[in-house]
């Protein structure tokens, strides 16, 4: 019976205890709705006007590669110089243009990397391009290096599992331009790609004009420290030797850049530029005869993202990283990537017809592979 007692009194007691406390926090949800829907509303109107007024900018407009102009110092003619990186606003405000084609004569503008029209006119043709660039200029081949037996280096593009991803590797000064057995045949097909192609496989903006005078100085020059015996220049570096082709190229008298390039050296060349309106990289200039299944002036003035539109996942897994690295990329730390791909016929250049009518090409059948036609085998 205490037993019992005793839970029938706990159990009265609980009971009224329970409506009360029920009756309390009914009371205080009650309240606290209130003031919370009152409180809810003025902040959400705050939010939205905020919202409206704030414009995120692009995020690349002021990103720029590591800046160079300290190099200047060391150079003749510039020690008395100023020669402090420029902000990224003076840079963005004051940008060399990319869309129309860029003055020197101006002063005042300045190229991603921080150097001013002013430096560029009193740096002149052919200058230090290894301090500029904070890359080495190559060594020599030995003495006993004979283009007839030298032969590409292999590659191996993945060991196991293959995981798509940017394919960069460190890159070594001394292999920018490798020349092989194969240059003479490579040349002369590069020759008449040009001429039934044209346009297609060869252009160049004027407002890459100075970019592309800049990339044939540097690899000229990399050609005639690399094969000293092949090739060489004037004294004054007015004129380009080419013992291979038993050419001799007057530098002075060129206004194509690429042309110089395209008709002594054995590779393709792409120039890209940062267009000052977005910080993002777009196609300015191409030599590219050696493709598959596409040609350059599909891609003529786009952006990354643009040229990469048929990559599979580009898109999703690899833009904002490729953006991202081009606009923070240094001109002393350049990598090596190897294009790769598997064909079942020894293809040098076989591209898709030109949809434009004007061209004149296009007609007839794009055919890739060179067993198309041939009747499959089934066991």
């Known amino acids: 019976m205490w037993n019992?007692?005793?839970v029938?009194?706990?159990?009265?007691?609980?009971?009224?205890?329970?409506?009360i406390v029920c009756l309390i926090l009914f009371t205080l949800q009650r309240f606290l709705t209130v003031r919370w829907k009152g409180r809810e509303r003025k902040p959400s109107i705050?939010?939205?006007?905020v919202k409206e007024k704030v414009k995120p900018d692009l995020p690349y407009l002021l990103q720029f590669p590591p800046?160079?102009?300290y190099v200047l110092a060391t150079l003749p003619g510039f020690d008395k110089a100023d020669v402090q990186a420029v902000a990224p606003e003076m840079l963005k405000s004051q940008a060399l243009p990319t869309v129309t084609t860029p003055h020197f004569d101006q002063e005042g503008f300045y190229t991603p990397t921080g150097f001013s029209t002013q430096d560029i006119k009193k740096l002149g043709r052919f200058p230090d391009y290894a301090a500029l660039s904070g890359v080495r200029d190559p060594h020599p081949v030995p003495e006993n290096w004979d283009i007839t037996k030298a032969k590409f280096r292999p590659y191996r593009p993945f060991r196991w599992g293959y995981h798509q991803h940017m394919a960069l590797m460190k890159y070594d000064p001394d292999w920018w331009v490798e020349l092989t057995s194969s240059y003479h045949t490579i040349m002369s097909t590069?020759?008449?790609?040009?001429?039934?192609?044209?346009?297609?496989?060869?252009?160049?903006?004027?407002c890459a004009t100075h970019a592309c005078r800049e990339l044939m100085e540097m690899v000229l020059s990399f050609l005639c420290k690399r094969y000293p015996m092949h090739f060489s220049f004037s004294a004054d570096q007015s004129l380009f030797h080419n013992n291979l082709l038993s050419t001799t190229t007057n530098l002075l008298q060129t206004d194509n850049p690429?042309?110089?390039?395209?008709?002594n050296v054995p590779e393709d060349y792409a120039v890209m530029m940062r267009n000052e309106t977005d910080g993002l990289y777009y196609l300015r200039a191409a030599i590219v005869c050696s493709s598959v299944g596409w040609y350059a002036a599909q891609h003529r003035d786009a952006p990354l993202k643009t040229i990469h539109t048929h990559v599979p996942d580009y898109e999703s897994k690899m833009a904002f990283s490729m953006d991202r690295w081009f606009s923070r990329l240094s001109t002393e730390a350049p990598v090596s990537r190897c294009s790769w791909g598997l064909e079942d016929w020894e293809a040098f250049h076989t591209s898709p017809p030109d949809t434009d009518a004007s061209s004149g090409e296009g007609k007839g059948e794009w055919t890739r592979s060179a067993f198309k036609d041939f009747e499959e085998v089934t066991g």
């Open 258 to 263: 690429l042309q110089v390039l395209f008709d």
């Open 4 to 6: 019992t007692q005793i």
């Open 190 to 206: 590069r020759r008449s790609l040009l001429a039934q192609h044209g346009s297609r496989i060869f252009f160049q903006n004027p």
């Open 67 to 69: 800046s160079r102009r």
């Open 8 to 19: 029938g009194i706990s159990t009265a007691h609980i009971s009224v205890a329970g409506a």
């Open 46 to 49: 705050a939010i939205s006007k």
